[in-house]
């Protein structure tokens, strides 16, 4: 485990279903609590029984005896509320849930908890969507540049959790709307503009990405390959497909707003994200 950082999350909350994933999800849990130097509370939404009780103490003997270290809550009643009141109640600054890459009929339910807990919860929330019982080395981490005034914390923030995590490689994306350009490419001329405005508006939101770097303390990019990357596309949409095709282990993205009934009808930035993951996403708030 490398040297913590000042700003961690202390207190982690996994929330859990007895499911094929349980043991996963609880590992990738501990191995979290372990980085960070962090208390662990897992929750349960559901009946607390003898079997489960012995099956949860079963997973977590031998990772700490502390009961300020671990705690488990088992609480009855809706899954978003139950999760997302318990961590307001425990002061978690993060919550992990296993999640599913893409939503379809069957699994949409399963999919709209984590999604609705994204949008509402006060603190961080990581989604998982393929939980380990071993490790799984977090190479590359992949950070959202987009200009917003969230950003730049986001990116401040996302250099602590890469060296927490052991990252080699952070990449900050600056994602470009189309609509930004307003050329309709015709012919070679119009297809020469569309690519000077193209250069241009990389430049110009690289340096501004370059500003917010050059307020990252020295030692915290210490072992750390950092790039930057323009694409142009739809918000969010694009940073996903991004994060796939490198094969990013970690994509960190700013927090969404609140969600509001226009949102489901014109899906946006985190929207998109949330409806195909493309990797391990940490939304930081």
Not at 93 to 107: F, Q, S, T, V
Not at 129 to 155: A, F, M, W
Not at 227 to 256: C, E
Request: glycine share 4%; charged share 30%; with cysteine.
């Amino acid at each position: 485990m490398n040297e913590l950082y000042d700003r961690k999350f202390n207190t982690i909350l996994i929330g859990i279903a007895f499911s094929p994933n349980l043991k996963n999800n609880i590992f990738e849990a501990m191995r979290m609590v372990d980085f960070f130097d962090s208390k662990m509370v897992i929750v349960h939404v559901g009946e607390k029984t003898k079997d489960k009780e012995k099956t949860i103490k079963k997973l977590i003997s031998g990772f700490s005896d502390d009961e300020e270290k671990v705690s488990v809550i088992w609480k009855q009643g809706d899954p978003v509320e139950v999760i997302i009141d318990t961590a307001r109640d425990q002061n978690a600054d993060l919550i992990m849930l296993g999640a599913i890459p893409r939503e379809n009929l069957l699994k949409f339910y399963i999919g709209s908890i984590a999604r609705k807990i994204t949008r509402n919860a006060h603190c961080s929330v990581l989604l998982l969507i393929k939980p380990s019982e071993d490790l799984r080395p977090c190479n590359h981490i992949v950070v959202n540049g987009l200009k917003d005034e969230k950003t730049k914390q986001t990116i401040l923030d996302s250099f602590e959790v890469a060296q927490n995590l052991g990252a080699q490689k952070l990449t900050v994306v600056e994602e470009i709307s189309h609509q930004e350009v307003k050329i309709v490419v015709e012919d070679d001329q119009s297809l020469l503009k569309d690519t000077l405005i193209k250069e241009q508006l990389a430049k110009k939101e690289d340096l501004r990405v370059q500003h917010i770097l050059n307020d990252v303390s020295e030692d915290l990019k210490t072992g750390i390959l950092i790039k930057t990357q323009s694409i142009f596309g739809k918000r969010g949409y694009s940073i996903g497909h991004y994060a796939k095709v490198v094969a990013a282990d970690l994509l960190i993205m700013n927090a969404p707003e609140r969600t509001t009934f226009l949102d489901r009808i014109f899906p946006h930035d985190i929207e998109y994200i949330l409806s195909e993951l493309p990797t391990d996403v940490l939304i930081m708030r």
